[in-house]
């Protein structure tokens, strides 16, 4: 069965960084847009960042733009989030999220097929 499993959460300062991964099984992990969504307490689903099945293209929310870089293993079927300049308002659960087909065309939460349990990021200030 399909599975993420994700790992590198934790408690930083602000301007602090933190690497999320995602480990990736149960799916052709090399034919699937990958991304990385995250959901504050009282607020809704954000997209964050996507990349495409290759790697060659990726995709950022606004919010993220400059200071996150999402990157994949296609050989080891692992995603990874690398977070810079963290701010309080980063804080949330953080979900590594697939979705069907080599390009992703956006960031986006109404599209996923699969996501995992989440891993907990707090920025305090």
């Known amino acids: 069965q399909v599975q993420l499993v994700e790992s590198g959460g934790g408690s930083v300062q602000a301007g602090g960084a933190l690497r999320l991964s995602c480990a990736a099984s149960?799916?052709?992990?090399?034919?699937?847009?990958m991304g990385w969504f995250r959901q504050a307490p009282g607020k809704e689903r954000e997209g964050v960042a996507r990349?495409?099945?290759?790697?060659?293209?990726?995709y950022y929310a606004d919010s993220v733009k400059g200071r996150f870089t999402i990157s994949r293993d296609n050989a080891k079927n692992t995603l990874s989030l690398q977070m810079n300049s963290l701010k309080p308002e980063d804080t949330a659960m953080y979900y590594c999220?697939?979705?069907?087909?080599?390009?992703?065309?956006?960031?986006?939460?109404?599209?996923?097929?699969?996501w995992g349990k989440g891993t907990l990021v707090t920025i305090s200030s």
């Open positions: 999220e697939a979705k069907a087909g080599r390009l992703c065309g956006g960031v986006g939460v109404s599209d996923m097929d699969y």
């Open positions: 149960g799916y052709t992990f090399s034919t699937y847009c």
């Open positions: 990349i495409s099945a290759s790697g060659t293209f990726t």
